[in-house]
Each structure stands twice: as C-alpha cells, then as structure tokens.
C-alpha cells in the first residue's frame, strides 16, 4: 500500500505595498463654495448655569386685629337696705312730712327777721341816733333788745336743723323712731314737735333738741 506524500506548502502570497490614496483634485468653483459655506462649529459645553439665589420678599404682615378689651365686671354697687317697716300709717306720714317743710319756711323767715332787726340796731348806734352807755336808759333798752333778737334768731335756726334732720330720716323710713331706745315716739308728742329725736323720757333738755 503506496503511502501518502505529503504536499508541498504553498509560498505565503506576497503582500502588495499599499496604495497612496491621492485625493481628487478640486476646480475653482469647488474651493469657492466650500469658502462660503459657513463651517460648522463644533456644539460647545454648555456651562452650567450659576443658581442665583432668590432674594426673600418680606412677607406683608397682615394688619394684627384688635381684640376688643374685655371690660371688667362692673362691682355691684351695695343693695341699699330696704326702708324699716314704720309703725305709723303712710297717710300720718305724709301729713307729719308736709307740717315739718312748713315749719322750716317759718323758723327760716323768723331768722332772717331777728337777725335784721339786731342788724339795724347796730346801724341806728353807728349813726348816732342811739347811744349804747351806762348812763343812757335807752341805750340799755336798745342793747337788751338786740341780744333778744340775736338769741332768738339763733334758735330758730337751730330749729331749722332739727327739722332737717327730721326730714332726712323719711327717706330710710325711720321717722317717729327714738334715737335712744328705738321704740316708736307717742303720735301725740311728735304732733306737738314734729322734729322730735327721742322719747320724753330721754330728753336731754334745749330748745334745738327736743
């Protein structure tokens, strides 16, 4: 059996040198319009733009309400003490009230007269009229009576006082009352003294304070 030659290697082909490649060659008109055709810029970096910070309007403040002031309690004036039941009948009362705003009118008028008539006597001595001596009877008479006058106008207005004060004491329903033991004075005795503080037996003693 014929054994099998091997077969020749082949000589490796020959490499070709390269090829310069010549570039074509460009007209007039062709240099012209690559002149005018504006060259395409190659994009750019975008540089990142720089945040600027938002300056921070102040905010309006809204016009702050006004709270209306609480009020204070109003303080509860003291109740006024309801007038103590009397023990005289209203229509006495009435009448007791009207006769003591008469009496006023007369005492008041009896002082401004007294108090007059003592006045003109010290004009009357003044003027020369009167002589106020030792010796002279009518100067004593004179003097005497002035004093009277004054004395007596001074009662009167003390009268006028006490009726006053009588007065006063209806407003709190206590007219009548004894200042002294807080009993009821006798009707009879403040008919006679309508301005009469106690009863008889606690009377002190005056004229200005029955």
């Known amino acids: ?80 003490k309801a007038p103590a039941s009397s023990p005289f009948s209203v229509k006495w009362l009435a009448q007791q009230e009207a006769t003591l705003i008469d009496e006023r009118a007369t005492y008041v008028r009896q002082a401004d007269t007294l108090q007059a008539e003592a006045d003109a006597l010290v004009a009357d001595f003044e003027s020369g009229d009167s002589q106020f001596d030792e010796d002279g009877g009518e100067g004593d008479s004179l003097s005497s009576e002035r004093e009277r006058d004054l004395a007596l106008s001074a009662q009167a207005r003390a009268a006028v006082e006490e009726i006053d004060h009588a007065l006063a004491k209806f407003a709190t329903g206590t007219y009548g009352i004894c200042e002294a033991s807080g009993e009821p004075i006798p009707i009879e005795r403040l008919e006679a003294i309508p301005w009469a503080r106690v009863q008889v037996r606690y009377k002190t003693g005056g004229i200005g304070r029955p």
């Open 1 to 80: 059996m014929a054994k099998a030659t091997p077969s020749a290697k082949r000589p490796a082909a020959e490499k070709s040198p390269p090829v310069a490649m010549v570039a074509p060659r460009r007209n007039g008109a062709d240099d012209q319009a690559l002149r005018r055709a504006p060259g395409k810029k190659a994009p750019g970096k975008k540089a990142a733009a720089k945040k600027v910070p938002a300056k921070k309007v102040p905010a309006e403040k809204a016009p702050a309400k006004k709270v209306p002031a609480k009020k204070a309690p109003a303080k509860k004036a003291p109740a006024k």
